[in-house]
């Protein structure tokens, strides 16, 4: 029996983030004794390796790609799954009893100390699934309890205090999943030459439902975005398995399932929630593509002849799915299939033994495939993802929780749909979203963090308002689910969304970017002139011909520019209220830029689109100097422009680190090295940072600039109250890092969201 397992559950998901090329770059890190699942936690960059025979688990660091540590767990063990947010890895296996006939155990591992705990399970655990929201961990057994294997069983484990509790479920539970939106949890049971069926468990209550599925079901992935639930059935509805086979569709509120035939012997599923595909990997060498709106299929030829595809998992940032595959015969001709999800091409690359299972680093785009004959793990350096230009609007509000949603409230999330908001005219192929994200807290508000709908939420932050204060901080963020972004607010706020463009793939009407050194464009604190003084008059609007500042090239035609808007108070003790920017010569627009309600000095980053004679407007809403600083600006394409790639939210860098001190005076950033930046961008010109600064009493201000270069005449963002601030920055980078100055004592973290290259 346990042999079936085995050969059953040797693949698990394959989830990449880099897009093809016409090599693919491999290094092998030995690992144990046949080696069968991985999983890696993104935030502490080490991924852990199951060793069948070894009864060990290898952990590999990203930052040397060796093994740091040999863990032992207990016989036999396969699934590992991984809690990114507690640091903990889990793996099942059957403790002291190599036949699996007696109760097995789960291997807590400690993803920092690598100390181990067991926790005891059923017979036969086969899959193991992590809720990290609820930080709550489910084991399936094949046995149950029961050695006779009557019946099967998921043990639900407290991850706090590793307390478990059992729920009885149908025998062979095999494969299992966990929706974290809605707190259900699937097992798919299998059932050779029968029906098959799923048990759904509700989270909270443990109470349980089952769906028929169809014949000899071996796979299910989940689409949180859509909570539908996809079944892969190898025989279809045939029992006799002489027919197609076929995807079952469930709804999970309703459990109303529909069925959908495929190719011949589906075994693999994997779910772009961000475009609602489900691709299922089939034994006559295809992948069906089934997009949940239609459920109309049509299949894509993958690996090389005398190959079987592996478990697959779609990369929704890069549009990329990944398929490993395994020789039929055992040995030899192993490869990797990348399928484009824009454009369905596929490019496969032979290399290895029997790889049949992946796993990836999400952070730095890196994957490791696991080769079960070699007794190595493979590793790629990820790829970027697609390239997107930019297309600038008119500013414009999509969303006021004010007036059209409920607030955020505390600890919560709400997902917006923006191509559907505002009247802003967002088209729904914009893949990424210049936005300027503002908060109304009803109290004190931690953080708040913005990201695509569809993804796990980051461990970053956009903002923060300790003191409650009304403020606003520009951030690029990709397309999510139905072009949907989600905000989540650690406590309760209203969130306004102001748009002043969108990235899309290159056309005919998409802008390159053109990094500048930081530059000082306008200065009203300066000498009476056109970029100069007087200071701005509350509630008249005021325009600037940015074009005359010799910070600007004069020979080129630009449509957007990127700034650095910064408001100091004419009088001191002066609220500003709100400044607004749009282009010279358009009707002022219902947005806001930046706000200034507790009369200090504060500075937000916006693309501004130009306006007549390439000219900018203002308007403040009290008497306000205003500082300009421009750092790129967007044109039509030529050979030196630049394309928009997401990254994976990351923290490139936090001084507070390791006990780390504040630090005054200038610093050096290593971003080229950072495990947070795809090892592929060696050309990358500009990156997109949220800086945040912590400081140590007041500060004056934070610049960001090109290492190599000579610092600028020109800030970032300031902190005068000394409170935690935040602003979106696009950096230059002449040599992949850059520098930082602080005029005061100050901690400094460094999110990036993407970057710019050819």
């Known amino acids: 029996m346990f042999a079936r397992i085995r050969n059953t559950y040797w693949l698990v998901a394959m989830a990449v983030l880099f897009a093809c090329k016409p090599c693919l770059a491999q290094i092998s890190i030995p690992v144990g004794h046949e080696p069968v699942f991985s999983a890696t936690n993104s935030i502490s960059g080490r991924t852990f390796v199951t060793n069948y025979e070894d009864t060990t688990v290898s952990v590999i660091d990203r930052t040397t790609l060796t093994v740091v540590g040999t863990v032992p767990v207990g016989k036999q063990p396969i699934a590992v799954a991984v809690n990114s947010v507690t640091n903990k890895a889990y793996v099942t296996n059957c403790d002291n009893d190599g036949t699996c006939s007696s109760l097995g155990s789960l291997a807590v591992i400690d993803g920092a100390t690598l100390a181990v705990r067991q926790v005891q399970v059923g017979i036969i655990p086969a899959d193991v699934a992590v809720n990290s929201v609820t930080n709550t961990i489910y084991v399936v057994n094949e046995c149950g309890n029961d050695s006779s294997c009557s019946s099967g069983s998921v043990t639900v484990i407290n991850g706090n205090t590793l307390a478990t509790r059992t729920v009885s479920v149908a025998t062979y539970g095999g494969r299992i999943a966990v929706n974290s939106v809605t707190n259900q949890i699937w097992v798919l049971h299998e059932c050779f030459d029968c029906f098959g069926i799923a048990t759904v468990i509700d989270g909270a209550t443990l109470s349980t439902r089952t769906v028929r599925v169809g014949v000899q079901p071996a796979d299910l992935a989940i689409d949180p975005t859509t909570d539908k639930t996809i079944v892969a059935n190898a025989c279809g509805n045939d029992t006799n398995c002489g027919g197609p086979g076929t995807a079952t569709v469930i709804d999970g509120a309703t459990l109303a399932a529909q069925t959908v035939t495929v190719g011949y012997d589906p075994l693999h599923v994997a779910i772009d929630p961000v475009r609602g595909i489900a691709y299922l990997a089939t034994n006559d060498d295809g992948v069906n593509v089934l997009p949940e709106s239609t459920l109309g299929t049509f299949s894509v030829s993958i690996c090389t002849s ?13 549009n990329q799915l990944y398929i490993p595959c395994y020789s039929v015969y055992g040995s030899g001709a192993g490869a990797v299939t990348i399928l484009d999800g824009s454009t369905f091409a596929a490019q496969t690359y032979t290399f ?6 992946a796993s990836v680093d999400q952070t730095n785009n890196t994957v490791y495939v696991v080769d079960s004959y070699s007794n190595v793990v493979w590793f790629f350096d990820g790829f970027p993802a697609p390239a997107a230009q930019f297309v600038p609007v008119t500013p414009c509000r999509l969303v006021d929780t004010r007036d059209t949603h409920s607030p955020v409230l505390a600890g919560t999330s709400q997902s917006f749909a923006l191509p559907d908001l505002g009247g802003c005219h967002v088209p729904a192929n914009a893949t990424a979203y210049s936005l300027n994200v503002t908060v109304v807290p009803h109290a004190p508000l931690g953080y708040l963090t913005i990201w695509p709908t569809g993804e796990d939420q980051p461990v970053v932050s956009t903002l923060n308002s300790p003191d409650g204060r009304v403020k606003a901080n520009a951030a690029i963020v990709p397309a999510g689910a139905g072009g949907a972004v989600s905000v989540y607010a650690t406590n309760t706020t209203d969130v306004i969304l102001d748009i002043d463009g969108y990235f899309s793939a290159p056309g005919q009407n998409t802008l390159a970017f053109y990094p ?71 009707s002022q627009p219902v947005v806001s830029t930046l706000n200034n309600p507790t009369a200090t000095v504060v500075a937000n980053a916006a693309v501004v689109p130009a306006g007549s004679g390439g000219g900018i407007a203002t308007y403040a809403y009290n008497d306000t100097d205003l500082i300009v600083d421009i750092n790129g600006y967007f044109a039509e394409p030529d050979s030196s422009g630049l394309s928009f790639y997401p990254a994976a939210p990351c923290r490139v860098y936090d001084s507070r680190n390791n006990n780390g001190q504040p630090f005054s005076g200038r610093r050096t950033v290593d971003v080229a090295t950072s495990v947070c930046v795809p090892g592929s961008s060696q050309n990358v010109q500009a990156y997109i940072f949220n800086a945040t600064v912590v400081p140590n009493g007041s500060l004056g201000y934070l610049t960001l600039w090109p ?52």
Not at 306 to 318: C, D, F, I, N
Not at 565 to 571: D, R
């Open 306 to 318: 005398q190959t079987l595809p592996g478990y697959m998992a779609m990369s929704p940032v890069t």
């Open 352 to 357: 290895g033994e029997y790889m049949r299972q």
């Open 707 to 758: 290492d190599g270069q000579s610092q600028p005449v020109a800030s970032t963002l300031n902190a005068y109250d000394g409170y935690i601030t935040s602003n979106m920055a696009m950096v230059p980078t002449t040599n992949g890092d850059i520098d930082a100055y602080a005029s005061g004592m100050t901690h400094l973290i460094l999110d990036i969201s993407g970057y710019f290259a050819p």
């Open 516 to 586: 500048l050194e930081p530059c000082r464009v306008i200065d009203t604190r300066g000498s009476q002139g056109a970029l100069g003084g007087p200071y701005l008059h509350a509630q008249r609007e005021r325009d600037f011909p940015v074009r005359q500042s010799g910070c600007i090239p004069s020979n080129v035609s630009i449509s957007a520019y990127s700034m650095n808007f910064t408001v100091v108070p004419h009088q001191s003790g002066q609220p500003l209220g709100y400044l607004s920017v749009w282009p010279e010569g358009e």
